[in-house]
DNA sequence: GCGTACAAATTCAGTCATCAAACTATTTGG
DNA sequence: CCAAATAGTTTGATGACTGAATTTGTACGC
């Protein structure tokens, strides 16, 4: 049973309300008569709640649509460019970003600063991030649009009961409470704030952003400093029983190899993680304050087919491939999604992992596995952040369309 | 979005029939009143709910409850054990077991039947199970109770939108579509017959019989011929997009190891598998014929203290516990069951699995796992099946629930 | 140029499950 | 023996969906 309270009709409301409006978001430029056709619904209801939600500025009644064929025009429906935002923010190791993102999931405005990586304190952090988030707040009243919630990335276990931030080694916190921080010094108490893992929200932007409507299960891999994941089974993000789901980057590749930060030994991010790999492949380690780009100096070198840097990638895409074989084996997902810096290598990494994947996955006989570049770029977390919060609104309008006053 | 169609009055029924059905399950004897107030419904609600049940002989009004204090006395409420009966099956290796449960999750009665182990044709299996299964018929048309549908529990890889059985080595069956011709052969057409893993099946059976009602997320791993799990998340089961989640049996532990009949190398079910743990323990090879209990014989070799049944029963630990450590980091479960085998070696396992544990798992040092044996036996899968079937009536009783003639 | 066929959208009565509140039934404590 | 407390039923109101009829708008045929 979904421990879930009592129904009545206004629970009705509810779930033909999201249906509606997804339905719209997926097709825009659908009429009343075609959504209709599409949820089932009568024509009759579905006008009912579109006319709440015109009302309530989530959706516009655009102009008749085109159409060959005798019969009136219906109106086309489009998600409201100018309806609530979504705001997300992403705590990255050297870097913060935020962007407005739309109904429709279009960015409408970015931002991106460096700061002083590591080192920070949390006071520091937190302070930034607030400053960040009025700066934003401050942009969409400029453009006359409303945010309709706060969605917060970060590299590290986030426990999703509390949103509390239990351990983000490469920025070097512990135990923030993140959720109650920022909601104390943003000001933002009214509308949700949400807090989640950076990979995570990068697997979930891959799903709303990536183009992909028809691949609803797939395993994103994100490698920025560390490595992370995002599982996404039939469309939603399986985040596990407190959230620190996805943790990849410590599955043991290789239990007799090196010892690794966390403890264990043979750790997939110790063995595939950027550093590493750009360590095999004899790149100058790249210095603590930022600045050197060692990934581009990488894919230089695998262009000139040097020999070290081919051979430091295969590796990286063998043990990626161990890696993903246990993901897949043990729950089942058809796709892998390579994002952040393996997109980049992807052509370099592809034909090792698929090796390992088709040797070791048990269904790998009759249900082949797909391994894709992300199409996303390093904004991935940010868009996922705020894309999250838009998800929230089109998942359950309900709270935005106030009765009318009939 | 739960892409699913539209809501109506008769959602709402179907949701709050379900609650209504399910809080009873819990709680048994609540009167309507208690259940009123626990579900959040009004008194009005789950009076004509529960009549409907009573009619439909799913629950049975109780004589008054016994309480102290002032007040009419209210009626207790049960699920009714005449009500319909899941009827579980399982295709083991060497067994076939079958089960009626009633409502309630108690075994009515129970058969299990030696067979001749492999070198079955599928042919022979599948009419020996309809066989099994008319028997089963017969036997609750004797007790005056219907059956609800029916659960089969294999050891293999279903496809669980087909219920196709992709492969199962340890039967030597592949691509039996076993949903189809168990639909044939036992002429089970208007009920449901479901088709399911076998360690998913004990997972769940572990659920709701287990006697954890609290714990409602764990992996419980199965070790018999091979090795399986069932994620448990929330109180449902995690069977991944087409049904293969939990093969835990050929993660690889030890990418340097022996190699597998998988094709891998250092798979679980190679290092820690029975047949392994049984092999450096010393103890003889069970004849191919069954007959031979070297499990027996192992555990009486661990009360003696023999050093080389040590050795090999703390090492499957180790080896077990580096393969949780990725489940956990990898689905974020607080909690590990050892079922089958495994449940048995638990005081010696126990040490060895846990240390691996502790140190490989991200989030051990805030959220100590725990480890526990299983207190259900060699029947828990065959429970598995018959009470998945109770619990689809449970989670949906409305089938059930003719409209009243009024 | 005009009527007819057709599709979109709206209107309105009907249905149904919930709720709130009043009412009946039962039990205890004073 | 009555008042207070609790269980369960009855009744009318509310709200959301449906289905059919109606209105609005567009194109095609003559």
């Known amino acids: 049973m979904n421990q879930s309270g009592p129904a009545g009709q206004h629970t009705v409301r509810r779930h033909n309300s999201a249906l509606v409006l997804n339905t719209i978001a997926t097709a825009d430029g659908l009429s009343r008569a075609s959504v209709a056709a599409r949820t089932g619904l009568t024509k009759a209801t579905v006008s009912s709640l579109v006319d709440r939600m015109i009302t309530a500025g989530l959706v516009v009644d655009g102009g008749p649509e085109h159409r060959v064929g005798r019969g009136r025009r219906g109106t086309a429906l489009s998600l409201s460019p100018t309806g609530p935002h979504g705001l997300g923010v992403e705590i990255g190791v050297d870097t913060l970003s935020c962007a407005l993102v739309d109904l429709t999931g279009r960015v409408r405005v970015s931002w991106t600063l460096e700061v002083e990586p590591r080192g920070r304190t949390v006071e520091e952090g937190l302070s930034q991030v607030a400053d960040l988030v009025g700066l934003a707040q401050a942009e969409a009243a400029r453009l006359g649009v409303s945010v309709g919630g706060v969605g917060v990335a970060v590299p590290g276990l986030v426990e999703s009961s509390t949103g509390l931030l239990r351990s983000a080694p490469n920025l070097g916190w512990r135990d923030v409470p993140l959720h109650t921080e920022l909601r104390a010094r943003t000001g933002v108490t009214d509308r949700p704030l949400l807090v989640g893992n950076e990979a995570n929200l990068a697997g979930l932007a891959e799903l709303w952003f990536g183009g992909r409507e028809d691949r609803r299960d797939f395993v994103h891999v994100s490698g920025e400093i560390g490595i992370g994941a995002g599982l996404v089974v039939s469309g939603e993000l399986f985040p596990g029983v407190r959230g620190f789901g996805g943790e990849i980057g410590h599955l043991s590749v290789d239990p007799a190899g090196p010892p690794c930060s966390c403890g264990g030994r043979g750790c997939l991010e110790r063995l595939a993680g950027r550093a590493a790999v750009l360590a095999a492949a004899g790149v100058p380690a790249e210095p603590e304050g930022g600045g050197g780009d060692g990934m581009a100096d990488l894919l230089g070198r695998l262009r000139d087919h040097d020999a070290a840097a081919l051979t430091a990638v295969t590796d990286a895409g063998r043990w990626l491939g161990i890696a993903m074989a246990d993901v897949i084996n043990l729950v089942d997902i058809p796709t892998?999604?390579?994002?952040?810096?393996?997109?980049?290598?992807?052509?370099?990494?592809?034909?090792?992992?698929?090796?390992e994947l088709d040797r070791r996955v048990v269904s790998s006989g009759w249900a082949p596995i797909a391994v894709e570049p992300s199409v996303l770029g390093s904004r991935a977390a940010v868009q996922g952040a705020?894309?999250?919060v838009v998800r929230g609104i089109l998942d359950d309008p309900e709270p935005f369309l106030v009765g009318p006053p009939t």
Request: hydrophobic residues 50%; positive net charge; proline residues 4%.
């Open 336 to 355: 892998v999604v390579l994002g952040g810096t393996y997109a980049r290598l992807e052509p370099w990494l592809r034909s090792t992992l698929l090796a």
């Open 386 to 388: 705020a894309g999250w």
